[in-house]
Structures are given as C-alpha cells and as structure tokens.
C-alpha cells in the first residue's frame, strides 16, 4: 500500500475491520463467491512469531507489546482499587493466536435465552448448524460434531497424574465425569478440548485466512488503524484510517463489517458519532446517530486463581525448573508433537453450581498443572496446581468508553468487577468449593497445602476480600455492541447484527452477545461470525435486481 494508491481502495463490496476470530471467518465465507470483493484490514502484524503456534506459547505472548496490545482496566472498586491487564491479540487471528485454545459452546439455555429475550433464530436449535458448518472434530460424526471444517477440535496430547487426582476428587464430592462440555449441558468433569492440529495451535488465522488468501478477490492489509467510520447520511460507506505517516480512505460499496471485538469494535462507533449523544458531545465529537447501548453491557468472566502446593507429583512448575526436564520437553515436541509444549493454559475443566439456587452451573473451574502470580509472570520455583475459578453469569456489567476523541488513546475499560451482591456471594462460595476439592481423599498423597488466598481467610468477609486481590480477568470481554429487540432502548444490533439506525454497517463479534455465554467464548464468537455471514449473504441476494 502507498500513499498514491488511494483509488485502488475503492473496489471493494465489503470492508472487514479486525482480522481476529471473527473477521478471519467472514473474510473466508464473503470472498468465497468470487464475484465479491473483500477487504480485511488488521491493526496488528502478521503471525510469523514462533510463540503465535507452538501451544505454549501463550507463556509468552500475553504481556509482550509484540503480541499483546498491553490494555488495562479503569481502577477497579471491587478488587480493592487494582488495574488488571486486559490482553488482546496484536496479530492477524486475533486473541485466537495468543488464548487458552479451548473449545467450549457454552449451555443450550445460554442461546435459548437470547431467543427468549426476543431474538428469534439465535436460540440452541438454530445455532447448533453455524457450530457445526466450519468444525473438524476428532471425535466420530455426530449430532453435535462433525469432521471436514476449518476448525480443528483435538484432545490433549499430554495428562499430568496430579489433574486425574483433582477430577477424582471433583467426582468424591458429585461433580461427575462426563465425555463431552459441547453438548448443550456441560455439567461435571472432563478434559478440555482444544483447538489443535497436531501439537500446534490452530488460530482463526491460521484456519480461515490465510486458506482464503488465494483468492484474488480478498485482499489483507496489516498494521492498518481505523480512524472512524464514513458516511453519507446515516449510511456507512467507508473507512478512515491510517498506517504509520499515511492517511487514507476506504470505499466499501456494500457494507462495513467491524469485526474488532468488544473492545475494538464500540470504540470505532463512539469515534464515529455512534453512541450516547451527550458522551460525544462532552468530547466535541459530531453526533452521526444517538445509540446509548454503545460501550454497555460490558460483561466478562472474573477468575480467582486459589494455587495449592504439592509434592510427590510432577507439575510444570518443577519440569521447567528442571534444565534437563525442559530439555526433554523440547525434544518431545520436536520429534512427537507431544509433551507440555502442547498444553492449554487450562486441561482438566469442572463446571458447578455455587448453591443449589442454581439450576445449571454457574462456575467453571480451569484447573492447571503450574502456578504463577500472572500470566506473563515465571511459574513458581515449587509444585503447585492451580484451581482458577470464574463467575460464568456475572450480574455485574461493566462498559468501553473513550478517554479521548484521539483515536490512537486506549479507551476506558470499567468492567465493574464485584460490583453486586451476587457476584461477590458467587465468589465467596468459589473459594469454598476449591478449598472442598482440595481437601477430598484422591488428593491427599500429594499433601496439598493452600499457598493462596492462604488458610487464615475463614470468614465470607476474609474470602470476600482474598477474592478480590486475587482476582483477575479470564479474558472473555462481550456485550458492548448487543443485540436487542427493538423494544430494548440499550440494543445497538437488530437479530441480523446490523447497527440500529444506521444503513451498511453491521457488528460481528463478541459485542454482539447480549448476554455473555457459560464457558470460553471464542468458538461462539466464531458461530456468530458464522451466522453473520450467512445473513450477509442472504440480505445481498434479497438487495439483487
């Protein structure tokens, strides 16, 4: 791209921003009628690091500035006053390049209540087909998996004594092992699927973009800022946006599709005049269309990281710290694809009720082989597992707003952690329900000993108060861009994901979740993207003469 080849950027029937989960999707299913042009614009680089593919490697992309776009939260009242670092991927793939790989839908009541919330056709039954429409799962077909997609489902390639010794424990106290968390219900116990081919990670990138690269009617354009959003009336008909020194302008004579995330995607409307009236004003932005719902709703799952010491067992911990055990690990990648350098973040899942005013789970348990203050951080110089914990319907909601009408400043992310009295009552019972996991008989040969919160918090207001210091994000923001009916004043989408009032733009991505799902969310991100496509699609055959 230079800075004379402006015209050359008016030839496109669709302009994508973000080329992360959900934008490498669509930028596959659009240009896959050669007859359309699509454009993808990606602020981040491409993934030629190392790190972006052997699975590990998360270790060591979240925190880098190469990987990381380095975020943080507004100072947070429920965690005692902390900024907690907010990760987002700095790369083509997005958060899929530098995330915990694992495959989760989330509960059939999850959609079902977006369909009972007035959103016809997003319920369980309609979704479960966009699911299906791009996976390639190891196990035989079925009625929730199929073989043949993009999306590559494996198991994990490595098992570690000590996480079958925590799922015994699970199961001492009636959280069952099951086979499968992707089949409507993902009550109980089991090993995470991720999204591996192989032993390497398989982002969205990896799977959907850069197949579809061949095409010559897509085209990708990286380190590209988008600026705001052109219109002529309340229709969007391009992009302003920058790459280093230049300036240049966009042309999409179908639709803008942002697809830049629920942190991305709300701040490129509110820059654009998208948003509460008054906020914009307040930052002598001009007013194209007054949306109040733009940058609320912000919900995430909060995870409290309870770490237990252990001895007689292997962890990653002591491996890494052993130079002939790491050693090893890296031969075994090398020559198998196999060993800890194919891990998740996270193996062993368990989904729970934190009480019995629950019908279905409302806790996810990560648990780990290693232990760390944070991600980003060195593991520990001791066995440990961790029991990461999360909130998977938090009451609390938070928002994205703009600090500033500069473009290139970091918006203002409040996601108002703890906020309620459910969410800090949910947590309380979390760290409970650990302490229970780790005290049952399978466990014991390995003497567990509570590192943190440490034991001496007893009381709800002591547990309270080590959940908020140890508290942090799981990296699962949606909602700040949500789906409505038009009787909810708050809605920024209409069912088919195009923006309230505004003609040619729509919102494909995790914004667009009016409530956030019971698990990881960027496989459901990606059933969005699938099912934004598809109505794309069937709204420009309508539109044909």
């Not at 006053?81 to 083509?92: D, E, Q, S």
């Not at 995430?300 to 309870?306: A, K, S, T, V």
């Not at 770490?307 to 075994?332: C, I």
């Amino acid at each position: 791209m230079k800075a004379g080849s402006v015209a050359d950027w008016d030839s496109f029937d669709y302009v994508i921003v973000g080329a992360g989960s959900a934008g490498c999707l669509l930028a596959n299913r659009l240009s896959a009628d050669p007859a359309i042009k699509v454009l993808i614009l990606e602020a981040g680089g491409k993934d030629d690091w190392i790190w972006f593919h052997i699975p590990v490697g998360y270790l060591f992309a979240i925190g880098n500035p190469r990987a990381d776009w380095m975020l943080e939260t507004v100072a947070q009242a429920g965690l005692g006053g902390r900024k907690l670092a907010y990760p987002r991927g700095k790369v083509i793939g997005g958060s899929s390049a530098i995330n915990a790989m694992i495959y989760m839908r989330g509960q059939a009541a999850d959609y079902d209540g977006w369909r009972d919330g007035g959103l016809d056709g997003w319920g369980w039954r309609d979704v479960l087909p966009y699911f299906l429409r791009h996976q390639d799962h190891i196990a035989p077909k079925g009625e929730h998996h199929r073989s043949g997609g993009e999306w590559r489902v494996e198991h994990p390639r490595v098992r570690w004594e000590i996480l079958e010794a925590v799922r015994q424990a699970g199961e001492a106290i009636g959280i069952a092992p099951v086979e499968d968390f992707n089949g409507g219900d993902n009550s109980g116990s089991s090993y995470f699927q991720v999204n591996q081919c192989a032993g390497r990670r398989v982002s969205a990138a990896r799977a959907f973009l850069k197949p579809a690269l061949r095409r010559p009617n897509l085209r990708l354009e990286t380190h590209v800022e988008v600026d705001r959003i052109l219109f002529e009336g309340k229709r969007a008909i391009g992009l302003a946006c920058r790459r280093d020194t230049e300036r240049l302008e966009v042309r999409a004579r179908r639709e803008v599709i942002l697809a830049a995330g629920a942190i991305g995607s709300p701040k490129l409307l509110q820059l654009s005049g998208i948003g509460d009236a008054d906020a914009l004003h307040a930052l002598d932005i001009p007013v194209v269309h007054h949306l109040p719902g733009v940058g609320r709703n912000l919900q995430d799952h909060l995870q409290i990281r309870p770490v237990f010491k252990v001895t007689g067992v292997r962890t990653l911990n002591t491996d890494y710290a052993n130079l002939a055990r790491r050693f090893t690990m890296g031969v075994d990648y090398v020559l198998r694809r196999r060993g800890p350098l194919t891990m998740a973040p996270s193996q062993l899942g368990m989904f729970a009720r934190s009480s019995d005013a629950y019908a279905m789970p409302n806790l996810q348990f990560h648990f780990q082989p290693l232990s760390l203050d944070k991600w980003g951080d060195g593991m520990h110089p001791f066995g440990a597992f961790t029991a990461s914990v999360c909130n998977l319907r938090p009451a609390s909601r938070g928002s994205v707003s703009l600090a500033s009408p500069d473009p290139a400043a970091p918006p203002l992310i409040a996601p108002n952690y703890l906020s309620e009295q459910e969410d800090r009552e949910v947590a309380v019972a979390s760290l409970k329900l650990a302490r229970k996991i780790a005290a049952q008989a399978p466990l014991a040969p390995y003497r567990p000993q509570e590192y943190r919160p440490g034991i001496e918090a007893q009381s709800d207001a002591e547990l309270l108060a080590a959940a908020a210091d140890l508290a942090t994000t799981i990296f699962h923001p949606v909602g700040t861009a949500a789906m409505g009916p038009a009787s909810d004043p708050d809605a920024v989408l209409d069912m088919r994901l195009r923006v309230r009032g505004i003609e040619g733009l729509r919102v494909i991505d995790a914004s667009a979740m009016p409530r956030i799902t019971s698990g990881n969310t960027n496989s459901p991100t990606l059933m969005i993207a699938e099912k934004g496509a598809a109505m794309i699609l069937e709204d420009a055959n309508t539109d044909l003469p």
